[in-house]
């Protein structure tokens, strides 16, 4: 990777001159925090021909838990022309009835599964239709939204038993996926990215005083001058939002 300083004000400007400006970005996740403001990011940026943002409530409406969902989606995406530039930024980290797990006996089944079927089920079902659908050669970048916590050698206080472990799981398919693409792609890159703790509504029932966060506009500019450093070398990777590797 390129060593390029992030920038914490969202407000300098984004350069993205790695990616060939002819080419489509698309965020899915896009109402959400991060999400939003790649979109946001993007658009300002002026750089690729189309920004294609994916939720819940777009034009044609996203469900990780709907994968034929995630096929139109990536079909649209490819319609608009050669998709240079994808970054999941969906993600479950907690609700009212699902609290992060303190403990082994707060273990559930359900809450389990539920954790996986939004962190790391859904998202392998959205590679397995887009990346396909990265062009052959040339950079081109799918991106997901893991988590410093799901990191295992970092692991150091326990505890987030589900958010953990799926985030986990999800690395592993990146890393997985990873290798299928060079076989197909070799200048695509493939990685799993921790955005560090942004101020979001994700984030927001656990943020404590003096916790420094980044505001979704500053985490959106430091994610893409990361992603705009990779190199083919990186895929398979986990960075944070520095550009720093992040270990498994």
């Known amino acids: 990777m390129q060593k390029i300083p992030p920038s914490r004000d969202p407000h300098a400007g984004i350069r993205l001159t790695s990616f060939d400006p002819d080419g489509v970005a698309v965020i899915f996740g896009a109402s959400g925090g991060i999400g939003a403001a790649l979109v946001s990011a993007l658009g300002a940026a002026n750089h690729f021909k189309t920004v294609i943002g994916f939720s819940r409530g777009s034009a044609i409406p996203v469900d990780l838990a709907d994968e034929a969902s995630l096929e139109r989606a990536a079909k649209t995406a490819a319609a608009a022309g050669t998709i240079r530039l994808v970054v999941d930024a969906t993600g479950f980290l907690s609700d009212p009835g699902q609290p992060p797990e303190k403990t082994w006996r707060d273990l559930e089944a359900k809450k389990l599964a539920h954790a996986f ?18 062009p052959r ?14 990191s295992i050698g970092d692991n150091r206080l326990g505890g987030w038993y589900a958010y953990r472990a799926s985030k986990a799981a999800l690395n592993q398919f990146v890393r997985t996926a990873s290798i299928e693409l060079a076989r197909r792609a070799p200048e695509a890159v493939c990685v799993a990215l921790h955005p560090g703790t942004v101020d979001t509504s994700l984030s927001a029932p656990f943020a404590k005083q003096g916790l420094s966060l980044h505001t979704p506009a500053a985490a959106a500019a430091d994610l893409l ?15 944070d939002w520095r550009g720093d590797q992040v270990p498994w």
Request: aromatic share 6%; charged share 15%; glycine share 14%.
């Open 117 to 134: 079927a939004i962190n790391a089920i859904g998202p392998a079902l959205l590679m397995k239709h887009v990346l396909p659908r990265l």
């Open 137 to 150: 050669s040339g950079k081109a970048v799918f991106a997901t939204l893991s988590a410093r916590v799901g």
């Open 225 to 239: 001058t990361v992603l705009d450093g990779l190199e083919a070398g990186d895929n398979g990777g986990f960075f």
